[in-house]
């Protein structure tokens, strides 16, 4: 079983509108989780890393935030763009996670956001 | 543009033959992470390589093979390329002490 579970696996939005998509894990112990936007055929690009005394983070348009209590984090989209249409990737990593790690990460699905006119 | 590049960027090859996929770091990383990406799924890891050598491998078989050269460069190879081999090959690049990669524009290997 997947450790990151994301949600909504796809949603459509009009553009100027808002949007919040969530990522629920289990991974533990818990280091940090990283929000990426990945557009169609390319490769993701990290929008915001939060480790666990983190509880929101910003990146323009973007704020991500963590409860590592309840295990779950959300990205929200304000005032969409056409140029936000991408696939948005959660990623988690466990403690004691060292450059010779990476493929210990866990990568959510992703959500597929879609803005129209 | 995180300064990872890949060649090529789309490949076609048919069932059985193999295919070598490269990818360029960032200058100052090296470490470098290769994945497969499914169409519609994250990203899953294949392996890793630090100064040449791999020191870490995901659930692939051992016809998914790779290199990194002295100034970190890096290839993955494929042998027996299969139907599910069709993919998004992504490679990431890392430096040491960092939590961050950066990931290349990918290879889009469609198998025939």
């Known amino acids: 079983k997947n450790q990151v579970e994301q949600s909504p696996q796809s949603l459509i939005i009009l553009e100027g509108k808002n949007c919040t998509l969530q990522?629920?894990?289990?991974?533990?112990?818990?280091?940090?989780l990283r929000w990426y936007k990945q557009d169609t055929g390319r490769g993701p690009v990290s929008l915001t890393i939060m480790t666990f005394s983190e509880n929101t983070k910003s990146n323009g348009r973007y704020t991500a935030t963590l409860d590592a209590d309840t295990k779950q984090s959300s990205l929200h989209i304000t005032a969409s763009q056409l140029s936000d249409s991408a696939s948005y990737i959660c990623?988690?990593?466990?403690?004691?996670?060292?450059?010779?790690?990476?493929?210990?990460?866990?990568f959510g699905a992703g959500t597929q956001v879609v803005v129209t006119p | 543009e995180t300064g990872v590049t890949q060649s090529p960027t789309h490949l076609i090859k048919t069932r059985g033959q193999q295919v070598t996929l490269r990818c360029s770091s960032q200058?100052?990383?090296?470490?470098v992470s290769w994945y497969q990406q499914a169409l519609g799924q994250g990203p899953q890891f294949i392996f890793q390589?630090?100064?040449?050598?791999?020191?870490g491998r995901g659930n692939f078989p051992p016809r998914f093979s790779g290199l990194q050269f002295p100034n970190y460069s890096s290839e993955l190879n494929v042998n027996a390329l299969e139907l599910d081999d069709s993919a998004l090959y992504l490679c990431?690049?890392?430096?040491?002490?960092?939590?961050?990669?950066?990931f290349g524009p990918g290879t889009r290997l469609t198998v025939l």
């Open positions: 990522c629920n894990y289990t991974v533990s112990p818990f280091s940090n």
């Open positions: 200058s100052g990383h090296n470490t």
């Open positions: 390589y630090y100064r040449e050598e791999e020191n």
């Open positions: 990623v988690v990593s466990a403690s004691g996670m060292t450059t010779d790690s990476w493929g210990k990460l866990q």
């Open positions: 990431a690049s890392s430096s040491p002490g960092s939590n961050e990669q950066f």
